[in-house]
């Protein structure tokens, strides 16, 4: 695995935003120096067109002449200027592998220390939250500590990860992976409220007392003694479904 297929090379290694809108002033300037080259040519065909043509069927001069063999020579220098302008892409093509070399080669040390940092980072993040999961599988109430350690650490990784780039194709793995994850939880949560439909439960009064209590172990017992008689056919007719579902939901969560 290389270190390109991870980060984004060029910006990790300084180009950025600042090289790219660089490139397109660049190529603005570009744009404005052939616009002003074809008003200059077409100026100079307009003066063509006024002069006076020659009659045609006149015999060609020596100096025509020599114009004709000036050009066949010009045919003959571009013919070999195309081959040697193939040869200077070859060379540009091999400079842009050594630069990407290099970068790797400057950046491998600096970026593994960084992703150490984040490594450690992460083991004492996931700890913390193990815990605050641990408490709320029982029902209890996250200690402060441990909700202070949690939001500490959290911010640490922020910090760290703002100075990674990740490639592309990096990020389009894990965006992909979070979208998993989410149509997991969306299709999960989707049945409990079907169940819920089904028990007369109306939506606003099922999401009211769902969010937020997730992982408490002890919500069957709670909203099969909420007033009206929807929420206790709601627990007596699906109490397997709500139970496995809701261990979904919690697996989920610890990934």
């Given at each position: 695995?290389?270190?390109?297929?991870?980060?984004?090379?060029?910006?990790?290694?300084?180009?950025?935003?600042?090289?790219?809108?660089?490139?397109?002033?660049?190529?603005?300037?570009?744009?404005?120096?052939?616009?002003?080259?074809?008003?200059?040519?077409?100026?100079?065909?307009?003066?063509?067109e006024t002069e006076t043509p020659e009659p045609t069927g006149a015999p060609a001069s020596d100096e025509e002449?020599?114009?004709?063999?000036?050009?066949?020579?010009?045919?003959?220098?571009?013919?070999?200027?195309?081959?040697?302008?193939?040869?200077?892409?070859?060379?540009?093509?091999?400079?842009?592998?050594?630069?990407?070399?290099?970068?790797?080669?400057?950046?491998?040390?600096?970026?593994?220390?960084?992703?150490?940092?984040?490594?450690?980072?992460?083991?004492?993040?996931?700890?913390?939250?193990?815990?605050?999961?641990?408490?709320?599988?029982?029902?209890?109430?996250?200690?402060?500590?441990?909700?202070?350690?949690?939001?500490?650490?959290?911010?640490?990784?922020?910090?760290?990860?703002?100075?990674?780039?990740?490639?592309?194709?990096?990020?389009?793995?894990?965006?992909?992976?979070?979208?998993?994850?989410?149509?997991?939880?969306?299709?999960?949560?989707?049945?409990?409220?079907?169940?819920?439909?089904?028990?007369?439960?109306?939506?606003?009064?099922?999401?009211?007392?769902?969010?937020?209590?997730e992982l408490d172990p002890n919500w069957m017992e709670r909203v099969g003694e909420l007033p009206g008689k929807?929420?206790?056919?709601?627990?007596?007719?699906y109490p397997d479904e709500i139970a496995q579902l809701r261990e979904q939901v919690g697996g989920v969560s610890?990934?």
């Amino acid at each position: 695995l290389l270190l390109r297929d991870v980060i984004d090379l060029e910006t990790t290694y300084g180009g950025g935003p600042d090289a790219e809108i660089a490139a397109e002033e660049a190529d603005a300037e570009g744009d404005d120096f052939e616009a002003a080259a074809v008003e200059t040519d077409d100026d100079e065909d307009d003066e063509a067109e006024t002069e006076t043509p020659e009659p045609t069927g006149a015999p060609a001069s020596d100096e025509e002449e020599e114009d004709d063999d000036e050009e066949s020579d010009d045919d003959s220098e571009g013919e070999e200027g195309e081959g040697d302008g193939d040869d200077e892409d070859d060379d540009e093509n091999e400079q842009v592998n050594v630069s990407l070399s290099k970068m790797e080669e400057e950046l491998t040390e600096q970026v593994l220390e960084k992703f150490e940092l984040i490594a450690k980072t992460y083991e004492k993040l996931h700890k913390a939250q193990e815990q605050r999961l641990v408490a709320m599988n029982k029902g209890e109430t996250v200690p402060a500590a441990t909700e202070k350690r949690y939001a500490k650490l959290k911010g640490e990784m922020v910090d760290l990860m703002e100075d990674v780039h990740l490639n592309n194709f990096r990020i389009e793995e894990l965006l992909d992976h979070l979208t998993g994850l989410n149509n997991r939880l969306l299709g999960l949560e989707g049945k409990l409220l079907r169940f819920a439909d089904r028990c007369k439960i109306k939506r606003p009064d099922f999401v009211k007392q769902y969010q937020g209590h997730e992982l408490d172990p002890n919500w069957m017992e709670r909203v099969g003694e909420l007033p009206g008689k929807g929420w206790k056919a709601f627990i007596e007719r699906y109490p397997d479904e709500i139970a496995q579902l809701r261990e979904q939901v919690g697996g989920v969560s610890a990934e």
